[in-house]
């Protein structure tokens, strides 16, 4: 081969090469995930991320993970949905109600994954065993076990009467939660009062509270208060206030007591309807799993920092005590 022939040649395979990436790189599987917070954060995306290693996939290698965060912003998750779309995302994970039907008005057509609180009654989904449509997912159904948030707190405040509630009234899965948590207060002789818990009225809502006679407060599953679960339980250390949460991981923060699913545990297990939608597998085919595991856990060392003597009853009833 002459010089000139074989300098052409390699030119052309070096210029070939990039190509060659590229199309190796548009071919890969591509998630598209979204949550309400902040980078680095959630729970949700991190046990996704450990449900999808387990399952074999190298973020970057044979899969391409594009996630947004919409900063503690609800108002930007259509925005960031409509970005991850245009993305041409092959399956679209969406972390609680809100995002999923965000997501679910944005496209009918690119499958969806979800965890919600009430798919069925949010009309996310037709039922529970023949989803339909394009999405499917965890259904956490916590308005079945909010019930339970007072009257622990009641097992560990005999006295309490007067509860605060921070919630999201835009989100129907927490309106859920939030009636069924205002028909167990009518049974146990307490006062329920509600504020708003999202990033733009936290702060308003929490001085609200600080100015109530309140003996108890208890924070909703919305994703938007996962988020803000850290500036949750640094005012209710600095306000000496007996606080419940619905994300598990808050006790382990700090926070005195939680009764909830484990949302690592869950997301990592979501990770397999990702796989199968990835394997060919259609949403309207995937029956919604319900979300059935909830756990007692308690700090004791905020109790008595609180000044709180917990009875030996709902000790024995804890899944887990942290000393």
């Not at 808050?250 to 949302?263: F, N, Q, T």
């Amino acid at each position: 081969m002459k010089r000139r022939e074989f300098i052409a040649l390699i030119g052309g395979a070096a210029a070939a090469w990039p190509l060659r990436v590229g199309a190796q790189q548009a071919a890969l599987p591509r998630i598209g995930y979204i949550w309400v917070g902040e980078r680095g954060t959630d729970v949700a995306g991190a046990g996704l991320r450990k449900g999808l290693a387990e399952l074999g996939y190298e973020i970057g290698r044979n899969v391409i993970f594009e996630d947004r965060y919409a900063q503690n912003d609800s108002a930007s998750v259509p925005v960031l949905i409509a970005e991850l779309l245009a993305q041409k995302v092959d399956v679209l994970v969406t972390v609680g109600t809100f995002a999923t039907l965000a997501a679910r008005r944005a496209t009918s057509t690119v499958p969806i994954v979800f965890a919600s609180g009430d798919p069925v009654k949010a009309g996310i989904v037709t039922s529970l065993n023949r989803p339909g449509g394009n999405a499917t997912g965890i259904s956490i159904l916590s308005s079945d076990y909010s019930a339970k948030w007072l009257e622990l707190m009641k097992d560990m405040l005999p006295k309490l009467k007067h509860v605060a509630v921070l919630w999201n009234p835009e989100n129907p899965a927490i309106a859920a939660e939030v009636e069924q948590m205002k028909t167990t207060a009518h049974a146990l002789g307490v006062d329920l009062s509600t504020f708003i818990g999202n990033s733009r009225e936290i702060d308003q809502s929490l001085a609200s509270i600080a100015n109530g006679a309140f003996d108890g407060l208890a924070v909703t599953t919305d994703p938007s208060l996962e988020a803000l679960t850290s500036k949750v339980i640094s005012f209710a250390t600095e306000h000496r206030l007996p606080t419940i949460y619905p994300f598990s991981f808050a006790v382990e923060r700090g926070g005195l007591m939680s009764y909830a699913i484990d949302l690592f545990d869950m997301w990592r297990h979501t990770a397999s309807y990702v796989d199968r939608i990835l394997k060919g597998a259609k949403p309207a085919d995937l029956p919604v799993e319900q979300a059935t595991r909830v756990e007692l856990k308690i700090n004791l060392k905020t109790a008595r920092t609180l000044g709180i003597v917990v009875p030996p009853s709902l000790l024995a009833r804890a899944d887990e005590v942290i000393e």
